[in-house]
C-alpha cells in the first residue's frame, strides 16, 4: 500500500505560480509513474500532466501546456507540479497518483493505484 500526500495548495492570484509536491512518506516514487488530475465542483475528474518511470518524460493536457511542467525531485524522492501563470479556470482540487510499472503517458484514472487525499489550489481573478 503507498500512501500518498499532496500538500501545498492555497489560493493564489491569477498570473502566479504555486509548486505542489507529491511524497509518500517512508518510500521514494522514483519508480513509479505519477499522474495529477484535477478536480473542480460539479466536473469530472480530468488529467493535468504525468511523468514517466525511467526516462521522466512528461505529458501533459491541453489546457496546461506551457504553463505546467511535471518533475521529479530525486534528493527527495518525490515528485512535483510547477504551476504558473495560473488562471481562474485552473481553480479545483488537485490530485496526485502512482502505479507501479514500466508504462508512459496514462490519462485515465482508472490507470492509476494509488491516490492522494487532494488540496485545493484556488486561483483568484
Known amino acids: 500500500q503507498v500512501q500518498l500526500v499532496e500538500p501545498g495548495g492555497r489560493l493564489v492570484q491569477a498570473g502566479g505560480s504555486l509548486r505542489l509536491p507529491c511524497a509518500a512518506p517512508?518510500?521514494?516514487?522514483?519508480?513509479?509513474?505519477i499522474g495529477w488530475f484535477r478536480q473542480a465542483p460539479g466536473k469530472d475528474r480530468e488529467f493535468v500532466a504525468t511523468?514517466?518511470?525511467?526516462?521522466?518524460?512528461?505529458y501533459y493536457a491541453d489546457s496546461v501546456k506551457g504553463r505546467f511542467t511535471i518533475g521529479r525531485d530525486n534528493a527527495k524522492g518525490t515528485v512535483y507540479l510547477q504551476m504558473n501563470v495560473l488562471k481562474p479556470e485552473d481553480t479545483a482540487n488537485y490530485y496526485c497518483?502512482?502505479?507501479?510499472?514500466?508504462?508512459?503517458?496514462?490519462?485515465?484514472?482508472?490507470?492509476?493505484?494509488?491516490w492522494g487525499q487532494g488540496t485545493q489550489v484556488t486561483v483568484s481573478s
Open positions: 517512508g518510500r521514494t516514487l522514483s519508480s513509479y509513474v
Open positions: 511523468i514517466t518511470w525511467g526516462d521522466d518524460n512528461g
Open positions: 497518483a502512482a502505479v507501479s510499472g514500466d508504462y508512459t503517458d496514462l490519462r485515465t484514472p482508472s490507470q492509476y493505484t494509488y
